[in-house]
């Protein structure tokens, strides 16, 4: 089993940054893929980003966020910069042993969420 953990979140003015981290526990995640999605009240789950063998995002935040990983560490993070009040969702970490991508399914583990508010 993989425990994932994040941190970073919180209240930042428009045009500022974040950097969420997802810290992985009982299990190297070196070869998982790994992604962030985001979620607002009465909305689905959305994708944001994935990294499996390089980076992908989705249209709304491409060239503004930025997903690394540091194996070393067995964590990854999501730096958002530029943000926007549209941005304002709980965020989630996940990992995959399946190749990973822009669906939630294809993702095995999954974090417990972190708030992100842009404010205006």
């Known amino acids: 089993q993989v425990q994932l953990v994040e941190s970073g979140g919180g209240l930042v003015q428009a045009g500022g940054s974040l950097r969420l981290s997802c810290a992985a526990s009982?299990?190297?995640?070196?070869?998982?893929?790994v992604g962030w999605f985001r979620q607002t009240p009465g909305k689905e789950r959305e994708f944001v980003a994935w990294?499996?063998?390089?980076?992908n995002y989705a249209d709304s935040v491409k060239g503004r966020f930025t997903i690394s990983r540091d194996n070393a560490r067995n964590t990854f993070y999501l730096q958002m910069n530029s943000l926007k009040p549209e941005d304002t969702a709980v965020y989630y970490c996940?990992?995959?042993?399946?190749?990973?991508?822009?669906?939630?399914?294809?993702?095995?583990?999954w974090g417990q969420g972190t708030q992100v508010t842009v404010s205006s």
């Open positions: 009982g299990r190297t995640i070196g070869s998982y893929a």
């Open positions: 990294f499996g063998w390089s980076d």
């Open positions: 996940a990992a995959s042993f399946r190749g990973g991508g822009s669906r939630r399914s294809s993702y095995d583990y």
